[in-house]
């Protein structure tokens, strides 16, 4: 079975930086993690940012861009979310997505993990 564990959350002042990390307990060669989600109470999940197999393609949502950096290391089957500039308005428990596909932010990966919490203050 696929296990995606997140992990680098964390609490954090305005203006500063976190890095989540997300990585396959069980690797299948198939599957790979290919973006991030958050939620916050009341509000719908939403899409940060996606990355295709190869690491070519990119994709943020509009609130994230410029300050938000994701990337990964397929080597390690593992994912990352390099946040800076951070806002109040970024805290959320963020979650990787995986899948054989990539889908880019639509949120119809197979695969979840079980997310890591960021709070901004």
């Known amino acids: 079975h696929v296990q995606l564990v997140e992990s680098g959350g964390g609490s954090v002042q305005a203006g500063g930086s976190l890095r989540v990390s997300c990585g396959a307990s069980?690797?299948?060669?198939?599957?790979?993690?290919m973006g991030w989600y958050r939620q916050s109470p009341g509000k719908e999940r939403e899409g940060v940012a996606a990355?295709?197999?190869?690491?070519?393609?990119?994709d943020y949502t509009h609130s994230v861009k410029g300050r938000f950096t994701i990337s990964k290391d397929n080597a390690k089957n593992t994912l990352y979310l390099q946040m800076d500039s951070l806002k109040p308005e970024d805290t959320a428990r963020y979650f990787c997505?995986?899948?054989?596909?990539?889908?880019?932010?639509?949120?119809?990966?197979?695969?979840w993990g079980q997310g890591t919490q960021v709070t901004v203050s």
């Open positions: 990355i295709d197999r190869g690491g070519i393609i990119t």
């Open positions: 069980e690797y299948t060669e198939s599957i790979n993690c």
């Open positions: 997505a995986a899948d054989t596909l990539w889908f880019g932010l639509n949120p119809q990966y197979r695969y």
